[in-house]
Structures are given as structure tokens and as C-alpha cells.
């Protein structure tokens, strides 16, 4: 999982193809899914919802109009499949890494993190996706 951390820092500098992080991506859905001790050290050590919440930023290619507010254009072309395959493989291992959550008192920075996160996810919700399919 460290390894996997360490390319994931790495896609917004380096040219990775689609098949490469789509398949270190779903690795890592597949071990948070799992093992348990694999979540906790995504969660906590190395920083995941951090980390995911920037690949998913990365790539959606989101613009901010303010802190907590992604722009949305309704107009703008749908999401391609392959960011559409990688963005649905993040927000499944952001769900396996902060699932129980409610059970654990979070600080300031963190509470911060997941408003910024939950501002990704409404605009998740808004934009439309290449394939019937990819909808949901």
C-alpha cells in the first residue's frame, strides 16, 4: 500500500496512462476492501482521504469559484469514460477508508478536508459522464 500511495502522489506530475492508474487504483479499492489493517494505514498513516481527495480533484480537472464551491458548467462536455472509471474506483476507496468515521472524534484539519471533499462529491452528483452506464 505504500508503494501504491507513493504512485498515486505521483499522477499529477508524472504522465501515467489510464490503464496504469485505473489498475493501481482498483489494487487499492481491492485491498481496503479486505484487509482492515490496510484501511487503518491508508486512513491514517499515510494520509488517504488527503490523498484520494487530490486524485479525484486531479481528475475531474475541478476549478474552485470559492473554498467549498466547485464550478459546475452544465454545458460543458461529459466526463470521459476513463476519468469516469478512475473517479468511480476513488470515491469506492474513499467509501472503504471513511466509513467508520462516526465512530472517532475528528480535528479541525479534518473536518476542513471532508467539507472540501464534500464539495467534490456534490459536483460529482451535478456533471454528466460518457455512457448510460457510468450514470449512477
Same mark, same amino acid.
Given at each position: 500500500?505504500?508503494?501504491?500511495?507513493?504512485r498515486l502522489k505521483l499522477y499529477n506530475e508524472t504522465k501515467?496512462?489510464?490503464e496504469s492508474k485505473f489498475f493501481d487504483l482498483r489494487?487499492?479499492?481491492l485491498l481496503t476492501a479486505l484487509r482492515v489493517d490496510v484501511r487503518r494505514q491508508l486512513a491514517q498513516e499515510l494520509r488517504g482521504v488527503s490523498l484520494l481527495t487530490d486524485a479525484l480533484e486531479s481528475t475531474l480537472a475541478l476549478k474552485w469559484a470559492d473554498v467549498y464551491e466547485v464550478v459546475t458548467d452544465r454545458c460543458s462536455p461529459a466526463l470521459a469514460k476513463e @476519468?469516469? @472509471?478512475r473517479a468511480m474506483e476513488i470515491l469506492k476507496t474513499l467509501f472503504n477508508v471513511t466509513?467508520?468515521?462516526s465512530r472517532r472524534e475528528v480535528d479541525e484539519e479534518e473536518a476542513a478536508l471532508y467539507r472540501h471533499l464534500a464539495a467534490i462529491l456534490r459536483h460529482c452528483m451535478l456533471i454528466r459522464s460518457d455512457g448510460e452506464d457510468r450514470m449512477e
Open positions: 500500500v505504500n508503494g501504491l500511495a507513493r501515467f496512462c489510464h489494487l487499492l479499492f @476519468e469516469t @472509471e466509513f467508520d468515521l
